[in-house]
């Protein structure tokens, strides 16, 4: 008794849709910038340049959207499980702890080439054990994931707090930071890798992260769609009960993705730890982690997706700083403000403007298409 | 209203509902096709079709769920926009859907008035409701308790609430979709009761089924819809089942399976006092024993909920045995030692699950990726640590071909077939590999006439290369022409064992309905072998 | 473009740089702020350099530029940000700033910049740092000296070693004026929120007055509003942190610890313009007036003259060396 549904091409659903939302978030972000006194068209030159407009920036925004890119893969894979994991904040945070710990333990004995693999099985290992937790409390004691997954961003936090404070912190120092590594453990800046090959670019944080983050969006893509642990992890996300007939243990496959989703979250930690600051510090994940989950939204669960909504999240935090920074008007709760706006049109309304502009489409698809039905 | 249709017959009547050259197009698809219906006031009008032939749609634009794209509804002759359900019930039109739409948690009193309640303080429309609803009761003698919770009435009950619904709302118009789907035959007898009292009472009843028993049974007229156009309309009197069969299918249909008889071979599965109890302790399988040996089916016969879909999933590892043991193959089982789906699939177990949307398939996977579920992990499908996309696809293709599967599109997702090919997908997969015990649950629920035919002739065609099949299905009809013994279960245990040859549909209603002991059964039908299924190899 | 904005810059850094020859009395400046993550309006320690660089741009009629970070990240873009478009001298604000703004000095060896609450060695770098263990000792002083229980409470914000280093300083007052003080201790949290958790605060405030504490210090920036509120519901003393903070609750607030990172601020601009800047350390303790405890009309009736004078006998040891207030940070332990 089926009736053929309209069918609604593809691109409307991932492309249309989510242009019209950061639209939605513009325009309501131009008005609030238009009370201010501030010239939208303006500041949106000034976010577009500050962004991409020179080297700096675009290094700048491409270093944020690196984060972005490991949360966001973290949010997707559990995602694809059914799993909402929120907790990419703290598994990040421990990642981080992994790198670091391992860094320390290690640069004074090891050169960089043997650390490098190690800093990321580390990270990988740390945010992994982070997620599998909450993940063992879903799969085999009913908790909900969302709950515990969010009390593991706060026990990360409090853990790190500790650490850092108590344990780590470099004696003397006044604020609560490691030692700073050595050189066996910094990750190169993408200016020195440029600079190798003698193309000189102004510093920015940007560093072979990126490189990594990159593998990573390709790996996941294999992992999830031409693996069959990805089948499993994608069976047990869209039906559950078909998972169980095709003898998938649901609860193998919670762990599974939950540990690859921490694992991700935790290279933000090769990110910020390794590349950028080159000591454990606190709060380096800033939340990254969190964002993740706008951006895994926005780029509905699938890596293209995910790198095109991170690279609007770090134009929107490095072209928003330079807003902040251009315009005394715009304070930088004004940034933070516009990121939320697009957060809230992309993320949490994704699919407030589902029905509308579906219905849009089929009537104007229906106009196109009824001479044609008469004809025939 | 109606009075109208109480207009003396010799003056020719306005149509209760009149439909000119209804259009209407999903993107590129055409689900109605100038379609034309009058249906007389005060009859039963039965529309019949394939899945997909247009009559849910036509229906749904009756009833304001779509707007037609071009077209005409009069209702009672006066031509009637409807372009919400809202305008749908002012003009008259009550429906009663193939799923209820209850609130199971409320009163018979209070799911009737839902909706059409006056006034913010209930206290007065909730009494003005309750004396409405019990004249209509009284009126088309449709009996059912206003206080009773609607989750805790029999099925039968809550479709009752569902007519009062539409009645209650001013309905002189009634329209069904697929009434029976969900009923035992008794059940579906006292339906066809209310429907010609209602009839007698003057409302007009529009029946959607793909039932052709059901439209011999019970409607006045009956009109065929075959790819979204309205191919006939006969007078029920003149017609017949084949007719209507071939109409439907636009072919000769075999409405009965041609079969030989069984080479029955080993036991491949036998079951002993197999016992499962759910989380409110109620036992849903009740130390059920039976065999099944290789190259015969057994059919499971009962009114849906008795324990059948339990005892599939049961012997498909999928739920956790409480006591008993089965033997599969020469494997022993028991709650120790639980059976698990992988572990069967290992043994040339296949199983195709009750209710492919939930169980069989996964509705947002490409269809050959459907086409593995279960077999994901053998190594034909995979390349070392990676998926083999191509074996995948060539894999499907060949089976969508086998099977007839249309469209031959392995890419296509899978919610986008029809119900028919979507039940051919699982076949497809499951049978294609020759098992040895086939587990069979509902095989042709919401397929058309065409693709039961397939689908029957292949369970034949598993049985008779010497696989042992158990079939599980509320279809009598199904049970009775495919099987070669048949077990009838109530409330979780086995109340009796016919052989097909002796079965008939009386008989196995009573024993569905427990209504009958196997020795009024014997009594009746002298002849049927006195115990259950234990016979000597 | 790239090489246009980069020329641009660099310019302006000659320009300003070599501006100090070419005038006399005032030199061409062009100051900045990096606020650290607090923001500016954080009623406590940025808000304090907030208000030193106001009061340099209504004296002086420079405007300055400025900039809040929003994650670890921002300091270092914001302060190579200020020094390219030519600022100058740029103040970082917060010791977090501290790695931050020694890459980015030894990137603009000729922009002068001034870190508070760290040391940054560096020829043009002025660090300033206060010894908040010395003030914190006189309110110590002063809570135990009013304390009639004989209990002095502690709420400090985020639980690091600076926030000790108040705490430690202040047991050793509390000790000083009598031997039998009891100091109780709390930490609001050990996240950054805990700066900001007013009514966690509160809750730590009361559980003190239940256990017979009579005056609170609370060091920890926003929480801190959550203790004074309760202070004053409560009937007892509260003493505020950074800036003068009496004014809040008037008969309430015992006294605040004055930590002045405004003059510190208003004096690097001031000295760039005056062209009297000096790079080094600075450390602020009593003995420069950097620390130190307030007296106004909102608490001149709840500080006797005996007590005043203890107080004051006090600074001056310290001053004179003759007391010696251990710092928390110098030995990552509060033993004295």
Redesign the interface.
Known sequence: MSTAPVKIPRWVDVGLIPVINIALAFLVSGVILFAIDVHPLEAVEIILYGAF????ALG?TL?YTTNFVFTGLAVAVAFHASLFNIGGEGQAYIGGLGVGLGILALDPYLPFIVILPLAILLSAAFGAAWAAIPAYLQAYRGSHIVITTIMFN?IA??LM??LM?NVL?Q???????SR?FAEAGHLPFMHEVFGWFGVKV??S?LNLSVVWAAICCLLVWVFIWHTRWGYEIRTVGANETAAVYAGIDPKKVIMLAMCVSGALAGFVGIN?VMG??H?L????T??YGFTGIAVALMGRNHPVGIVLASLLFGMLYQGG?EL??EE?KV???M??TIQGLVILFSGALAYMMKGPVERTYVRIVGMTQRPAAQEG | MAEETHIAAGQAAAPAIKLRHINKAFGAVQANRDVCLTVVPGTIHGIIGENGAGKSTLMSILYGFYEADSGEILIGGKPTPIRTSRDAIDAGIGMVHQHFMLVDTMSVVENIMLGAESGAILTSSVAKARAELERLERDYNLDVDPDALAGELPVGQQQRVEILKALYRGADILILDEPTGVLTPQETDQLFRILDSLRKQGVTVVLITHKLREIMAITDHVSVMRGGEMVADRVTAATSKEELAELMVGRKVLLSVDKQAPRVGDTVLSVEDLTYVDRAGVARVDHVSFQVRAGEVVGIAGVSGNGQSELLELLSGIRPMTAGQVDVLGERFSAARPLDPAAMRALQVAHVPEDRLRMGLVRTFEAEESAILGYHRDPAYNRGLFMNGEAIRSDCAKKMADFDVRPQAPALKTANFSGGNQQKIVLARELSRGPRLLLVGQPTRGVDIGAIEFIHKNLIAMRDAGSAVLLVSVELEEIMSISDRILVMFEGRIVGEVPAAQADERLLGLMMANAATEEEALATHPGLPGAIAVEPE | ??RK??AAAAALVVSTTLAPLSTVVAAEVNPAVVFDMG?KFDKSFNEGVFNGVERFKKETGVEYR?????????R???LR?MAQRGANPVIGVG??Q??ALEKVAK?FPKTRFAII???VDLPNVRSIVFKEHEGSFLVGMIAALKSETGKVGFVGG?????IRKFACGYEQGAKYVSKDTEVVQNMTG???AAWNDPTRGSELAKSQFDRGVDVIYAAAGGTGVGVYQTAEDSGKLAIGVDSNQNYLHPGTMLTSMLKRVDVAAYKAFKDAHDDNWTSGIQVLGLAQDGVGWALDEYNKDLITNEMRAKVDQAAADIVAGVIDVHDY??S?SCSY
């Open positions: 407009g020179y080297d700096e700048y270093y706060f936090a409090a707090v500790y404070v912190i004696p003397g120092s006044m604020s609560p930071e700073e102004t510093p944080p910020e950028v600051h000591r510090l606190l709060n380096f800033a939340g700083a902040a920074f005394p304070t930088r709760e940034v933070v | 473009m790239l904005v980069t923001g400025e900039f809040e970070v929003t994650n670890e990240t921002q270092e873009q914001a940000r010791f977090a501290a790695p990137e609450d760290a040391v985020m639980d690091i070693p600076l050990t996240t950054p940070m110098a990552d």
